[in-house]
């Protein structure tokens, strides 16, 4: 079982920036991959960013140039850097791990951001 808990949301100005943090603890040494995910009200949850093993990430399209995830070496820790936000990116957040010994992901229970324009 993985635990994570997600903070540093809140409501900024579009053109701002925030950093995202998930706390992870419980058996993170069977972490492959985590990511941060987020849904818009009325809209289906979407992916953001995620990162491996390998510290290889992926972006979408939407927020490429503006968002670097990163994480801490023991996936103790993984964070989510968004600049020039826009009100296209409010949402709730969700971080999202995946391990070796489960095939479900695990979920925290998400913060919000909200982009004023």
């Known amino acids: 079982q993985v635990h994570l808990v997600e903070s540093g949301g809140g409501l900024v100005q579009a053109g701002g920036s925030l950093r995202l943090s998930c706390a992870a603890s419980?058996?993170?040494?069977?972490?492959?991959?985590m990511g941060w995910f987020r849904q818009a009200p009325g809209k289906q949850r979407e992916v953001v960013a995620t990162i491996s093993s390998g510290r290889s990430t992926n972006y979408a399209d939407s927020v490429k140039g503006r968002c670097t995830i990163s994480r801490d070496a023991a996936w103790n820790a993984v964070y989510l850097q968004i600049n020039n936000l826009k009100p296209e990116d409010t949402g709730l957040y969700y971080c999202?791990?995946?391990?070796?010994?489960?095939?479900?992901?695990?979920w925290g229970q998400g913060t919000q951001v909200t982009v004023s324009s």
């Open positions: 999202n791990a995946l391990t070796y010994g489960s095939v479900e992901p695990f």
């Open positions: 419980g058996s993170t040494f069977s972490i492959h991959t």
